[in-house]
């Protein structure tokens, strides 16, 4: 995270584990929504009953968004993805998945999370 760049704590709850996160000034909103559809769908991987561990429900939880994500895009008339070969790594897509800066992002949540870690529980 840039060091110039004006956060603020943001607390949010993903399966009933609190977490503060260092926000942007003005992406409030936006971190707030990403966490609840973060946490609704991680909720109901975990309520199928068939994952417990956190980290595996967090993995297919992902999985779930990104596929949900590029099936969205594909109805919206943007190519969809060429499958790859098993050895093969895929390469980034040439435009992005969604308008906001989902990477910006993602390290935003990585930096709050490596910084902060979860809260301490009330």
Same mark, same amino acid.
């Given at each position: 995270m840039s060091a110039n760049m004006n956060t603020k704590p943001l607390d949010?709850?993903?399966m009933g584990q609190g977490y503060v996160l260092a926000c942007p000034e003005g992406a409030e909103a936006v971190l707030? #929504?990403?966490?609840?559809?973060?946490d609704r769908e991680m909720c109901a991987v975990r309520d199928a009953g068939r994952v417990k561990a956190r980290e595996r429900i967090a993995v297919l939880s992902a999985l779930n968004l990104a596929y949900a994500l590029i099936?969205?895009?594909?109805?919206?008339?943007?190519a969809a993805? #060429?499958?790859a070969a098993e050895a093969e790594v895929p390469a980034a897509p040439a435009a992005p998945l969604i308008t906001i800066d989902v990477d910006a992002l993602v390290r935003r949540?990585?930096?709050?999370?490596d910084g902060h870690g979860p809260a301490p529980s009330a």
């Open positions: 949010v709850t993903i707030t #929504a990403a966490a609840r559809l973060v099936e969205q895009r594909t109805r919206d008339g943007h993805p #060429a499958p949540l990585d930096a709050a999370l």
